[in-house]
């Protein structure tokens, strides 16, 4: 028992003690990609620019994403641009956002979605599998934790959109459908 | 102390959590370089979640871990971060030499249910007989799965029959293989003990074939080789003549030599109309010697060997897992699985350097002593689905189990003359201890999964099982978690659980003759309980062990960068499955497995996680873990088989394994260098040498790795394990010839007495 006592005291004081030092570090997988979804807008421009007033992110079938966007991007901007974060589940009422976030949906409505955003030149983000290989432009997912993502190239260029070199080095390409 | 520190410890979070960081000011360098907290999928079937916002504690190990601790056998990865994973490695207890046993919060081995990506994983056919920790229990082989091949491990702390079924009494351990993200890679590491022996090889490749739309073929190799270690004392016992005691060693103890091959393939492929097919494949197989005790010239009074012999007993283990499922995800969001798993361990024993005493000098030398297979099929078919705020799972499973036993060849058990039959070391199996049997169980299940606020989630599961054997169970599982302030919850839990008997708890048989130097021939019998003789003796068909479970915590999210959890646990369990003592019957000595204790164990698990950035642009991370399990027996069932006035029986539940176990991990990550420290502290123990108690210390141990990348590609790194050499304390002179002689150390000791090890590794990507 006296080992007991002698162990916590250990481990409790060692937190005591590294408590003041505390900065940065660990978020969910969703806060990571919210805060990341705003970074692309300065690597990605369309060859025809958007004229809204505002940036808009425009949210399909993903409820709790749209809640932390609008929750994180309050009071931010993007690109000098106040931010506008919308929330669709009919793929008819999409107007012409600056990113397109799509949810995990069904293949068929997948291919739908992405033919849409293609026909519309938008900049698509997912992060369901095989989505920047179905005709998508950039799909997130998480390796060993930290995130990484995959941009479909060519169907990026039929989307006329213009993405950097320095975020497609760090980007894995992918080869696949570009509508 | 403790009240003052608790007090500045609210204080400072308090103040700390004031001010929350904004992720959107940092850079996409930095949020590439950010890890996100952990994601489990074991404890719900409603999908994965931040391990922290689990309803239920969760540990998960993640792959930088894994990849950080240097560490190449699953039982050292899960030793090296989860308080309370127990996992001694014993010496001169046959079998159980080649498989340990591996605990949680101080409970058996079968006491813990494995997953291998969500699906059971078979036990291993070796029942421990000896006096190891996990007597009379068969427990999972958790170093049959390449490590190259795991993304990460969660371990829930907490029951979870109602969810999976049978054996998750301690916990749940599901490893989640590599996806095909990972970059292909070859390792290799190279270490030995700083005492002597213990030198080892590794090498592994981990090769990623892509298929369309994120699709993958994994494959994953890992050959491993280890020599021996020697920690053995003097052989105190009458070597040539009676009288005269030895002076020299004669035993080597500690860990065998092993060769191991690990193979691993996993795969998922997507197609049309949502449906994903997927595969597991786990095979390995396994070489491992040990010897027995040294037979002495004077015992042995054979010409073969007039200097004595020490018997080698060598294991063949084979074991395979093979998984393969389809799922679709529908339009309306619901989903089906449906997955068969088959899986198969197969153990066999030989003794080489040894003989038969009945056969005199005609006695063979090496023997094929028999050997045990356990193979297990799973059948599942699960659906998923969604409405408004509540999930619901329902499912059905049907699980068909087989267990055998082959005897080994004649000359390893035969009696031919009246000197003590069987191959020295270790008796074959006999003819009359072939079993081969079956049972199958099937169950149902529904888990509900409801968001009442965005506060307050709750979960509910029933489960219903139906056994050929021994009949039927229901267990329930009710769970909540209640967001008490945006950083900290409040999570509880109650449940009810069973352990199904094991075909081996039910039908192990193994038979022994030895004849003294008066001729008296003393047989010793592990019967099992169905047997006639263990029926006269009061033994009844074994029922499933029953468990009621309660836990409650609370989880402090300070910071995006600290963390804390701390979980009270209560477990409840009935009819508690332990081999007898022996007990004399006619000329010789039976003994039986038996529904023999109720007990309850609780506890305390606490941990701290926190990273630190520094201005230089390295991490430093702190990760602190404590637990602390306290099992008593409350009653005995069962007076006839002895357990009740035995000693030795009622420390091996009560005080055999450490209480508590203090795990304090510091990383600090500055590339190219990683710097990974690991100090742990396993709490005291007790062994029983002839019905006396002796007290072993707790023990500091401290792992060390430093890495450096060389390249992209390349990264090596140089480490120990345990590397100020640290031992356990010893045996007092009990005057044994070979505990605290032969065997200075007790088979508990959680770190093993093999002293530091060093290594050298490296891995390149390509």
């Known amino acids: 028992m006296a080992h007991m006592e002698l162990s916590m005291n250990i481990f409790f004081t060692l937190i005591i003690l590294i408590l003041p030092y505390m900065l940065s570090a660990s978020s969910s997988e969703s806060e990571i990609k919210v805060a990341i979804l705003g970074k692309f807008a300065h690597f990605v421009k369309h060859k025809t620019p958007t004229k809204n007033d505002n940036f808009v992110i425009t949210v399909f079938k993903d409820k709790n994403f749209v809640t932390l966007l609008q929750k994180k991007y309050a009071k931010k901007k993007i690109n000098k641009k106040n931010v506008e974060v919308n929330a669709i589940t009919e793929i008819s009422n999409i107007q012409r956002p600056d990113i397109l976030y799509i949810g995990d949906i069904p293949q068929e409505e997948q291919a739908k979605v992405i033919t849409t955003a293609y026909k519309h030149s938008l900049f698509s983000v997912s992060s369901q599998s095989g989505f920047a290989q179905r005709g998508g432009i950039l799909q997130l997912y998480f390796l060993s934790q930290k995130i990484r993502f995959k941009i479909n190239l060519t169907a990026a260029k039929k989307s006329n959109l213009k993405i950097s070199a320095s975020l497609l080095s760090i980007a894995t390409l992918v080869k696949g459908n570009q509508q | ?766």
């Not at chain 2, 082989?141 to 999976?164: F, K, M, P, W």
């Not at chain 2, 993958?216 to 050959?223: F, K, L, P, R």
């Not at chain 2, 491992?288 to 037979?295: D, E, I, P, Q």
């Not at chain 2, 040894?354 to 297979?373: H, I, K, Q, W």
């Open chain 2, 1 to 766: 102390m403790k009240n003052i520190s608790l007090s500045l410890l609210v204080f400072s979070l308090t103040f700390t959590s004031l001010s929350a960081e904004d992720l959107s000011q940092s850079s996409l360098e930095d949020l590439m370089g950010m890890e996100s907290e952990a994601k489990a999928e074991v404890g719900s079937r409603s999908g994965s979640r931040d391990f922290l916002n689990s309803i239920v504690p969760i540990d998960v190990i993640t792959q930088g871990q894994i990849k950080k601790s240097g560490q190449k056998k699953l039982t050292q990865i899960l030793s090296y971060y989860i308080p309370g994973f127990n996992s001694p490695t014993p010496s001169i207890k046959d079998g159980s030499d080649h498989v340990p046993a591996s605990t949680l919060r101080g409970l058996n081995p079968d006491q813990v249910l494995v997953l291998i990506n969500g699906k059971r994983l078979h036990r291993s056919a070796l029942l421990h007989v000896n006096d190891t920790i996990g007597r009379g229990t068969s427990g999972v082989n958790l170093n049959t799965i390449a490590v190259a091949s795991i993304d990460h491990i969660e371990i829930l702390r907490d029951g979870a029959a109602a969810q999976y079924g049978s054996d998750a009494i301690a916990g749940v351990i599901n490893i989640i293989l590599k996806n095909g993200d990972y970059a292909n890679a070859v390792s290799s590491k190279i270490g030995a003990n700083l005492d002597g022996g213990g030198e080892s090889v590794q090498a592994d490749i981990f090769y990623s074939i892509p298929l369309e739309y994120d699709g993958y073929v994994n494959i994953t190799a890992d050959v491993q080789t280890q020599n021996k270690t020697d920690r053995a004392g003097i052989d105190a016992r009458d070597q040539y003549t009676a009288g005269v005691a030895g002076t020299t060693k004669t035993t080597p103890l500690g860990q065998p030599e092993a060769t191991n091959t690990l193979l691993v393939l996993n795969s998922k492929a997507y197609y049309e109309n949502d449906i994903t097919v997927y595969m597991a494949a786990l095979v390995n197989y396994q070489d491992s010697k040990n010897n027995a005790y040294f037979r002495t010239p004077k015992d042995a009074n054979s010409s073969l060997y007039p200097n004595g012999f020490l018997p080698i007993i060598q294991t063949k283990m084979l074991d395979y897992s093979l998984t393969g499922g389809i799922t679709q995800t529908l339009n309306d969001g619901s989903s089906w699985d449906l997955s068969q798993t088959l899986g198969s361990n197969d153990f066999h024993y030989y003794v080489n350097n040894s003989m038969n005493y009945s056969m005199g000098t005609s006695s063979p030398t090496s023997f094929d002593a028999g050997g045990l297979s356990n193979l297990q099929s799973v059948t599942n078919l699960d659906y998923k689905m969604q409405i408004a705020a509540l999930k619901v799972a329902v499912g059905v499973e049907y699980k068909y189990e087989n267990y055998k036993i082959v005897a080994g060849e004649r000359a390893s058990y035969a009696q031919d003359s009246n000197k003590t039959a069987g191959s020295q070391g270790f008796p074959g199996f006999q003819p009359e201890n072939e079993v081969d049997t079956s049972r199958n169980n099937y169950s149902v299940y529904l888990d509900l999964n409801y968001n009442f606020t965005e506060k307050l989630l709750f979960d509910g599961a029933v489960r219903f099982e139906d056994y050929s054997d021994f009949g039927s169970t229901t267990n329930y599982k009710l769970a909540f978690s209640y967001q008490l302030h945006p950083t900290l919850m409040l999570r509880a839990s109650g449940s009810t659980g069973f352990k199904a008997p094991t075909l081996s708890q039910s039908h192990f048989t193994a038979s022994a003759t030895t004849v003294d130097s008066t001729g008296a021939v003393t047989s010793t019998k592990t019967l099992s309980p169905s047997d006639p003789i263990a029926i006269s003796l009061g033994a009844k068909p074994l029922k499933p062990e029953l468990s009621e479970h309660f836990t409650t915590g609370l989880v402090y999210k300070a910071r995006e960068n600290l963390s804390m959890s701390s979980d009270y646990f209560y477990t409840k369990i009935k009819d508690r499955i332990m081999l007898s003592t022996d007990i004399a019957q006619g000329t010789g000595k039976v003994r039986y497995l038996t529904n023999a204790v109720n007990t309850q164990t609780q506890g305390v698990d606490v941990r701290v996680d926190y990273v630190y950035a520094l201005e230089s642009g390295a991490n430093l991370s702190f990760n602190g873990a404590f637990s602390y399990a306290k099992t008593e027996v409350l009653s005995f069932n069962d007076t006839a088989s002895g357990l009740a006035t035995s000693v030795e029986e009622k420390n091996r539940i009560e005080n055999a394994q450490p209480k508590d176990n203090l795990k304090l991990l510091f990383d600090y990550d500055f590339q190219p260098i990683n710097v990974a420290l690991n100090v742990n502290r396993y709490g005291a123990f007790k062994d029983v040498y002839n019905n006396r108690t002796y007290d072993f210390k707790a023990q500091w141990s401290s792992d060390l790795d430093i890495s450096y990348a060389v390249s992209k590609k390349l990264t090596c790194a140089i480490g120990g394990t345990n590397i100020f050499n640290s031992y356990p304390s010893k045996w007092p002179d009990v005057g044994s010839g070979t505990t605290g002689s032969i065997v200075p150390y007790s088979s508990y000791s959680p770190i093993g007495y093999s002293g530091a090890y060093y290594y050298i590794r490296a891995i390149y990507e390509f």
